[in-house]
Structures are given as structure tokens and as C-alpha cells.
């Protein structure tokens, strides 16, 4: 038996498996305390330049207005948008791990971490079965051959490259698709 803080107390397994899941995370917990779902929307390393970092390839959007975007969006889906940026990959990890207890899901934008970090997919298998979609602005496989590779792509449930701005907001469509 599991007990949030608010009192409230049950044991809820995985209709797919009989691992138990993370109470404050459940639905009749969320129904409960009446919450939003919470996504956390993470970007990473150099998207705060967005707006004036190479606009030919990623267009003009400051993250800001990116943030702005998603919060619509999410209000539209019954999301709440908790939305984050860092220059810095153990943050990135400290957000996932945090997202656990947290957030129903995680989109996540990782830069050039995607193409690099083993800690960013290992945080991401760490909370599993917590649903992760890749975003991409730009079509990474159209690129460098070094962004061919994403670590992130493999543990993620879905990865959306080359679109712009508007894969924000179609990663947050198909994460509320599964919820
Ligand atoms: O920083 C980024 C942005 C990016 O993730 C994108 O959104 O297109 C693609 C990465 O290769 C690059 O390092």
C-alpha cells in the first residue's frame, strides 16, 4: 500500500504488468486532489538562443514564444506545461529523474545531447514506464551525419524531427493521445 502526503492511500499496478506505479502519478490520485496533468517540456543546450541562432535552419521562434505555444496547447489537451531549458546535461538528468514523481510525461528537445549523452538515455530508462517524446526543430537525418544518431531516440515512445516549432506541440498531442 502506497500513501501520498494528501492521505490518499492505494496500491495500483500496471494493467500491462503487476509492477506497482508511482501513487502520485496515478489517476484516481490526480482525480482526487483534482490536478492537472503535468508535462514536463525539456530543452537543451543552446535552444535559449533560439530567435538568433542560425534562423535559416531553425527558424526565428524564440523559445520564449515556443513556451507560449505549448502552454496553449496544453491548456487545450487538459495539460499542465512545465517548461524548462538548460546548457547543462545533469540538469537535463535531475529534470528527468524529477518528472518521475512529477509529470504523466516528459517532451524533450536535448540538442546536441541527443547526439552524445548515454546519461540523458539512461535517465530516461530509469523512470520508464514514463512516456518521453523526442522533439527535433530542424530534420536531423537531413543534416551532419553526426545528428543522424540520437541516443534519445530508443528509449523515447516517439521522436518528431523537422518541423519546426509545431513538433512541440504535436509531440504534446500524441503524449495526451496516450494518457
Ligand atoms: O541543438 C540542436 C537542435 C536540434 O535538437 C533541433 O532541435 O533541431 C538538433 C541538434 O542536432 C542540435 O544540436
Known amino acids: 500500500m502506497y500513501k501520498c502526503q494528501c492521505g490518499f492511500e492505494a496500491e495500483i499496478r500496471s494493467k500491462r504488468c503487476s509492477k506497482v506505479l508511482r501513487i502520485s502519478n496515478s489517476k484516481p490520485h490526480r482525480e ?4 492537472l496533468k503535468t508535462v514536463f517540456v525539456l530543452n537543451g543546450p543552446n535552444l535559449n538562443a533560439l530567435g538568433k541562432r542560425e534562423p535559416g535552419i531553425y527558424g526565428g521562434k524564440t523559445l520564449a514564444a515556443i513556451a507560449d505555444d505549448c502552454k496553449q496547447a496544453g491548456a487545450a489537451l487538459g ?4 517548461f524548462r531549458q538548460s546548457n547543462h546535461e545533469g540538469d537535463l538528468v535531475d529534470w ?3 518528472a518521475a514523481n512529477k509529470a504523466v510525461g516528459i517532451v ?4 546536441a545531447y541527443s547526439h552524445t549523452s548515454i546519461a540523458i538515455h539512461d535517465a530516461i530508462r530509469s523512470v520508464a514506464p514514463l512516456p518521453v517524446a523526442e522533439v ?9 551525419s553526426f545528428r543522424h544518431v540520437s541516443m534519445v531516440s530508443s528509449v523515447a515512445v ?4 523537422g518541423f519546426g516549432p509545431l ?13
Open 167 to 179: 513538433g512541440y506541440t504535436l509531440a504534446l498531442q500524441a503524449l495526451a493521445a496516450r494518457l
Open 108 to 111: 524533450i528537445n536535448p540538442g
Open 136 to 144: 527535433h526543430l530542424s530534420n536531423i537525418h537531413a543534416r551532419e
Open 158 to 161: 516517439g521522436v518528431i524531427c
Open 32 to 35: 482526487k486532489v483534482g490536478i
Open 79 to 82: 495539460l499542465e506545461i512545465d
Open 96 to 98: 528527468i529523474q524529477e
